[in-house]
């Protein structure tokens, strides 16, 4: 959805570039019960300080109205306003490996798209149900303006 219609909507099989507000996320306790601040029933999985020896950090996150003083100790990123590649992945979350490796070797070349030195991050609405892993997701990466 790009909430501005003179943003370029771009439809490439279930994908769309669209601008995103600045998210402010915290790091779920691991309880996962909530946060103090938290917005919302969405979860988050942010991919953030990627290495040359390809590892990452992953956070399991919610969105915050604020980095809280008491938020101390949880981990937290403000993940960037600008322009995302979304890819919607419907059904169970057993699919994520797949449409990951899809949105790097086919989509994001295919469309010829410049990925920004950003967190990319996972998406999960209210409709997601974590028992039992099914409700669809997305996966946004983060697009040089």
């Known amino acids: 959805m ?31 019960q909530s946060v103090p601040g938290q917005v919302g029933s969405a979860c988050y999985g942010v991919w953030a300080n990627f290495h040359e020896l390809e590892t990452f950090e992953y956070i399991a996150a919610v969105e915050v ?13 403000r993940l960037g306003a600008g322009k995302y590649a979304a890819f919607s992945q419907p059904g169970h979350i057993s699919t994520i490996r797949g449409a990951v490796h899809n949105l790097w070797t086919k989509w994001i070349p295919e469309l010829g798209l410049d990925v920004a030195d950003a967190p990319d991050f996972e998406s999960y609405g209210g409709e997601f149900d974590a028992r039992i892993g099914m409700g669809g997701f997305e996966i946004c990466v983060p697009l040089v303006a």
Do not use: N
């Open 2 to 32: 790009c909430p501005d219609p003179r943003d370029q909507c771009t439809g490439h099989a279930g994908h769309r570039v669209e601008r995103r507000p600045s998210l402010p996320v915290a790091a779920l306790h691991s309880s996962y």
């Open 65 to 77: 109205s604020s980095f809280h003083r008491y938020l101390k100790g949880l981990r937290s990123v």
